[in-house]
């Protein structure tokens, strides 16, 4: 059975730091094109970011530009987001999720193009 345990989430202060986790079971996770959305609520899930499956690409939304980093641990079957110098508008429940197809990642790739999905972890960036 495919799944996929989201963690790492928390509160954390504006200008931090924080790894989230996208541990995978029951597949190889590398062999999956894998992306990462958030969503707060009332709005729909906002892509963050895309690795090829290839692994030889990862695009990254305009939002999260140059404050986001992922990148994927074989041995664990883990993908991890590295967020950085988080604001209060990055307050969102995030969310992996993968695809048994090459896409053609873009920083906007829509979550509909993905079929299975973590349960999503809480971030909150507040003073």
């Known amino acids: 059975q495919l799944q996929l345990v989201n963690s790492g989430g928390g509160l954390v202060k504006p200008g931090e730091s924080l790894r989230l986790s996208c541990r995978a079971s029951?597949?190889?996770?590398?062999?999956?094109?894998i992306g990462w959305f958030r969503q707060v609520p009332g709005k729909g899930r906002e892509g963050i970011s895309c690795?090829?499956?290839?692994?030889?690409?990862?695009v990254y939304a305009e939002s999260m530009k140059d404050r986001a980093s992922s990148s994927t641990d074989i041995d664990a079957n883990t993908n991890y987001l590295d967020l950085y110098r988080l604001k209060p508008e990055d307050t969102a429940v995030y969310y992996c999720?993968?695809?048994?197809?090459?896409?053609?990642?873009?920083?906007?790739?829509?979550?509909?193009?993905?079929?299975?999905w973590g349960q999503g972890t809480q971030v909150t960036v507040s003073s």
């Open positions: 999720a993968v695809v048994r197809r090459p896409l053609y990642c873009k920083p906007s790739t829509s979550s509909s193009e993905f079929d299975t």
């Open positions: 029951g597949f190889a996770l590398v062999t999956y094109t």
């Open positions: 690795r090829s499956i290839d692994g030889l690409k990862t």
